[in-house]
């Protein structure tokens, strides 16, 4: 009997040390952070340390203020490991918290991306490392810009889905044109989904004539991306044929175009899409029939 009951006291016991745990876990608060921001350390290009800095406020709330001043770091972690404290430096200064990766460590890792959090008692930042010590110059990656209808800015998604080499955003460097570089008012880059997306503005595209152009796009890791953009000659959507009018025979050439009997210029094509879905399909000469009829209007 009387084991029976120490037996009850300890289970109770224990119960209760496992109630007092769970809830004390359950109290503290979730650490903050952010998904789609980031800050980058310097560019390692083969020799020496790298550095970032970390502002007090980087992460700031009106429940945490200060969440990554200095006094809060708690340690620098790589894919949920802790970094030894021998591979990086952590110092307070004027602008926030320096944290430095050593030459040493940055010798052990291959060019590429890679992703560390630096750890905060109330926070998380995410940051990237980019590792560039051989550069590659391409000759046969050559993206193409969606097709531009005569208004609005050119765009240009490089995709790595397209030739499996990963481009950053973040390591671009320079446009040229010709051998010229383009000024970097006439344009933007900026990253979707880890893919970067140059957009030409519409000033500067108005200014090309009809033609095809071929652009390089340098980045510091990769070299001689090609970018090629087509401007159609003038057209009048629905006026494939270009008499100034619009019939049923530009109606027959975006059906025959749709069944690919007919092929038709980038000018042509840009006519006879009528709905600006980027393809001239049977309905597209069903909309310039009626229109022909003046029983649709564009």
């Not at 503005?201 to 071929?214: A, F």
């Amino acid at each position: 009997m009387k084991n029976t009951l120490k037996l009850l006291t300890c289970s109770a016991v224990i119960f209760t040390l496992l109630i007092t745990a769970v809830s004390v876990s359950a109290a503290e608060p979730e650490k903050i952070t952010v998904t789609d921001s980031w800050l980058s350390f310097d560019v390692w290009e083969g020799s020496g340390d790298v550095s970032v800095i970390i502002a007090d406020n980087w992460i700031d709330t009106d429940e945490i203020p200060g969440a990554t001043a200095y006094s809060e770091f708690e340690g620098l972690s790589m894919d949920e490991k802790n970094i030894d404290e021998n591979c990086f430096t952590a110092a307070d200064s004027e602008n926030g918290t320096l944290i430095t990766l050593k030459e040493n460590y940055l010798k052990t890792f291959k060019d590429g991306c890679y992703h560390f959090n630096a750890n905060f008692k109330n926070a998380i930042v995410p940051l990237n490392l980019y590792i560039v010590t051989k550069p590659v110059a391409v000759t046969d990656m050559c993206f193409s810009f969606d097709s531009w209808k005569g208004s609005g800015a050119a765009t240009v998604a490089l995709s790595p889905n397209e030739y499996g080499i990963t481009l950053w955003a973040d390591l671009f460097e320079s446009l040229s044109c010709k051998g010229e570089e383009i000024d970097r008012e006439n344009y933007s880059i900026s990253n979707f989904t880890s893919t970067p997306i140059i957009m030409l503005k519409e000033e500067y595209v108005k200014t090309l004539t009809p033609g095809e152009y071929y652009f390089t796009a340098d980045f510091k890791n990769i070299k001689g991306v090609m970018l090629k953009l087509t401007i159609p000659e003038p057209y009048s959507p629905g006026d494939i044929n270009g008499d100034g009018k619009i019939t049923a025979q530009d109606a027959r050439l975006a059906l025959r175009a749709s069944a690919k009997l007919e092929q038709l210029n980038a000018a042509q094509t840009l006519a006879a899409d009528i709905n600006n879905d980027g393809n001239v399909y049977a309905n597209d000469a069903r909309s310039i029939l009626r229109i022909s009829a003046r029983l649709e209007s564009i």
